[in-house]
Nanobody
């Protein structure tokens, strides 16, 4: 079964940067695009970014365009999210998942533990 392990979160001042990592087991990277999602306190989980299998095609939620960059290392079964110019509204638990091609829908019916990102003012 595919396992997802997110890491790299932490506390950062507004304007700062963090790089999140998602290590995935199984053959996830050979079959599906990968994506990042987040869930802020009191809000539903939302799509953040996705990347196709090669990393050559990416798509971002409007809220993070120009600030976040998704990338992947298929040899390591790892997807990354470089987050720059962080804002307090970016505060959330961040999760990774496989994403249905051309959509913002997660494929796996479960999630990893996520990694907490807290951006202070």
């Amino acid at each position: 079964q595919v396992q997802l392990v997110e890491s790299g979160g932490g506390l950062v001042q507004a304007g700062g940067s963090l790089r999140l990592s998602c290590a995935a087991s199984g053959r996830t990277f050979s079959n599906y695009p990968m994506g990042w999602f987040r869930q802020a306190p009191g809000k539903e989980r939302e799509f953040v970014a996705r990347s196709n299998w090669s990393g050559g095609s990416t798509y971002y939620a409007d809220a993070v365009k120009g600030r976040f960059t998704i990338s992947r290392d298929n040899a390591k079964n790892t997807v990354y999210l470089q987050m720059n110019s962080l804002k307090p509204e970016d505060t959330a638990v961040y999760y990774c998942n496989t994403v249905r091609a051309g959509t913002t829908e997660p494929i796996l019916g479960y999630w990893g533990q996520g990694t907490q990102v807290t951006v202070s003012s």
